[in-house]
C-alpha cells in the first residue's frame, strides 16, 4: 500500500495547529526520509525537527532539505534554524565544525 505524503503531511500540519506535536511527530518521523524529495513532508518535519533527539540525523535531514528546496526561502530559513540547533547541541567543550552545521546554515542562508 503506497502512502499519500500530501495526506499525511497535512494532516501533521492540521495537528501541530492545534498542538498535538508528539501525535504529528508520530506521522512524520516514519517517512522523514521522504523529506528531500517531497515539499510538504520536508515542510513538516522542519516544524517539528525540534523533537528529532539526534543531532547528527537532525543536521543530516536539514542540510539534505535544504540543498533540494535552496530556492524556496520558508524552507531555507526552517532548515537553516534546524541546523543552527544541531550545531547548538554539541557540547559546550568542542569548538564548532568548521564545514558543521552552523557554518552550512550560514554559507545556505548567504546564497539565498
Do not use: Y
Not at 3 to 23: C, M, P, S, W
Not at 48 to 72: G, K, N, T, V, Y
Amino acid at each position: 500500500m503506497k502512502i499519500d505524503l500530501d495526506a499525511l503531511a497535512q494532516r501533521a500540519v492540521t495537528l501541530v495547529r492545534a498542538g498535538n506535536n508528539d501525535e504529528a511527530w508520530n506521522l512524520i518521523e516514519p517517512v522523514a526520509h521522504e523529506a528531500p524529495a517531497h515539499h510538504a513532508i520536508a515542510a513538516a518535519w522542519l516544524a517539528l525537527s525540534d523533537r528529532e533527539r539526534d543531532p547528527d540525523r537532525r543536521a543530516h535531514l536539514a542540510a539534505q532539505i535544504l540543498s533540494a528546496f535552496h530556492d524556496q526561502s520558508p524552507i531555507v530559513i526552517d532548515a537553516a534554524d534546524a541546523l543552527i540547533t544541531a550545531a547548538e547541541e554539541r557540547p559546550f567543550d568542542e569548538a564548532p565544525l568548521a564545514d558543521g552545521p552552523a557554518q552550512l546554515a550560514a554559507t545556505r542562508s548567504a546564497s539565498s
